[in-house]
Nanobody
């Protein structure tokens, strides 16, 4: 059974930092590109960051570029999202997602991802 489990969310003050993790099981992790998406209350799910299967290629939404860093450890079947200089508008449920692809190409569209985690809540207070 393919499963993605996010962790690391919580309550943090504006300007703070936090690291999310997403542990994958039931799949050959190194064959999958990974992405992070988020959904704020009353808003649609939006792309945050993505990384290709090897970690050689990454891409960020403009809203988080320079503040967030996506990385992966294929030996641990885990993808991370290091977040810094957090803002209240970063508040939302953060989801990790996987797509079976071995290439440098990065996809930002959510429908390209076939497996999703249950999400972890991040709240940034002002």
């Amino acid at each position: 059974q393919v499963q993605l489990v996010e962790s690391g969310g919580g309550l943090v003050q504006a300007g703070g930092s936090l690291r999310l993790a997403c542990a994958a099981s039931g799949l050959t992790f190194g064959n999958y590109a990974m992405g992070w998406f988020r959904q704020a209350p009353g808003k649609e799910r939006e792309f945050v960051a993505a990384i290709n299967w090897s970690g050689s290629s990454t891409y960020y939404a403009d809203s988080v570029k320079g503040r967030f860093t996506i990385s992966r450890d294929n030996a641990k079947n885990t993808v991370y999202l290091q977040m810094a200089s957090l803002k209240p508008e970063d508040t939302g449920v953060y989801y990790c997602a996987a797509r079976n692809a071995i290439s440098r190409q990065i996809e930002v569209a959510s429908y390209k991802y076939t497996t999703w985690g249950q999400g972890t809540q991040l709240t940034v207070s002002s």
